[in-house]
């Protein structure tokens, strides 16, 4: 079956966006770790409108002797959890950090500490948190799965048609022999059954010639 060139272009268009953009995404959320990068999904409008609910931040380490008041840092609170606020405050001497989201009214309970540092966002990207979140859970998770597949399937089913149809142009025009029909000798067989006929010495010495 021979694709028509109309469809087989929407295939290999459709396969070059979809691998390109699954791509970029694997760079986006994977990939950035190679260079040092930590990725996190905001969760809370509490750093708006810099920081919007639904975006990813890219988180560089940084020293805590590095950050001065009004930086961004995000660091772990006492559960793990990570957060993203801004250091209003810091106390060198006790190794602490006072921090405030920005869209709140009062400062952060409890300072953090130095130790808890995980670095100074270098730059986000909005809406792409949804995303990360909605593929790392059911039923996300299914759904990247699927379109996995069709990927696959995108990029191997033209090949698997130009394959089929490569067989069927192969055999055009081969006739087999029909029962009891035998095939008639060339005038090479013919002169290699008089040569063999009358060098009966020559078989098992000329195999390579």
Do not use: A, E, G, Y
């Given at each position: 079956m021979k694709i028509p060139k109309g469809i087989k272009k929407a295939f290999d268009v459709a396969s070059t966006v979809i691998v390109s953009l699954v791509v970029i995404f694997a760079v986006l959320l994977v990939g950035v770790r190679l260079i040092g990068l930590k990725v996190f999904a905001v969760i809370s409008g509490s750093m708006e409108p810099d920081y919007p609910v639904g975006s990813l931040i890219y988180v560089k380490s940084a020293d805590p002797t590095e950050i001065a008041v009004n930086d961004v840092i995000t660091f772990l609170l006492p559960d793990n959890t990570p957060a993203t606020h801004r250091v209003v405050r810091i106390d060198a001497e006790n190794r602490h950090f006072y921090t405030k989201g920005d869209?709140?009214?009062s400062e952060d309970g409890p300072p953090v500490h130095f130790n808890n540092l995980l670095g100074?966002?270098?730059f986000v990207i909005p809406y792409l948190g949804y995303v990360a979140h909605y593929i790392q859970h059911p039923p996300g998770l299914y759904v990247a799965i699927a379109a996995a597949a069709i990927l696959l399937v995108l990029a191997f089913l033209p090949d698997?048609?130009?394959a089929d149809g490569t067989k069927k142009e192969n055999g055009k025009g081969e006739t087999p022999n029909t029962e009891g029909e035998k095939p008639q000798p060339t005038?090479?067989?013919?002169?290699?059954?008089e040569e063999v006929a009358s060098s009966p010495d020559s078989v098992g010495k000329q195999k390579m010639g």
């Open positions: 869209s709140n009214d100074r966002p270098v698997l048609f130009k005038d090479s067989d013919k002169t290699s059954s």
